[in-house]
């Protein structure tokens, strides 16, 4: 098991820029697949990107492509979701998702480790 979490959420501006991070305890971080998942009110939690566990290959949800960049330092355990060109519908509850895997995950059932959730407000 691993222990996620997040931070740098916040209030912004339409057009403006946040950077999340989420922070991980546990051993052997490296073989975690990582997530970033949000929920907006009334609306299911949807994947917004994944990183594989070296971090060469990333999946973004068309949503976000070209806005959100996922990255991560292995080294200090800790996931990064930088988000560009906020839009007021990007508003939601962000979530740092963790599975260990050999493979990129694409659904949010499957991903078993999640964090409390940061709060973005992206104001028109």
């Known amino acids: 098991q691993v222990q996620l979490v997040e ?3 916040g209030l912004v501006q339409a057009g ?3 950077r999340l991070s989420c922070a991980a305890s546990g ?22 990107a994944a990183i594989m566990r070296t971090g060469g290959t990333t999946y ?10 996922i990255s991560r330092d292995n080294a200090k ?6 988000m560009n060109s ?6 939601a509850v962000y979530y740092c998702a963790a599975r260990q895997g050999t493979r ?11 964090g409390q959730g940061t709060q ?5």
């Not at 973004?60 to 960049?69: C, H, I, L, P, Q």
């Not at 355990?77 to 930088?82: A, D, E, I």
């Not at 906020?86 to 508003?91: A, S, Y």
């Not at 990129?104 to 999640?114: A, E, F, G, M, S």
Request: hydrophobic share 30%; charged share 25%; aromatic share 14%.
């Open 7 to 9: 931070s740098g959420g």
């Open 16 to 18: 403006g820029s946040l």
């Open 27 to 48: 051993r052997a971080f490296s073989t975690y697949v990582l997530g970033w998942c949000r929920q907006a009110p009334g609306k299911e939690r949807e994947l917004v």
């Open 60 to 69: 973004y949800a068309d949503s976000v492509k070209g806005r959100f960049t």
């Open 77 to 82: 355990n800790t996931v990064y979701l930088q």
């Open 86 to 91: 906020l839009k007021p519908e990007d508003t």
């Open 104 to 114: 990129l995950l694409y659904r949010v059932q499957d991903y078993d480790n999640w």
């Open 120 to 124: 973005v407000t992206v104001s028109s």
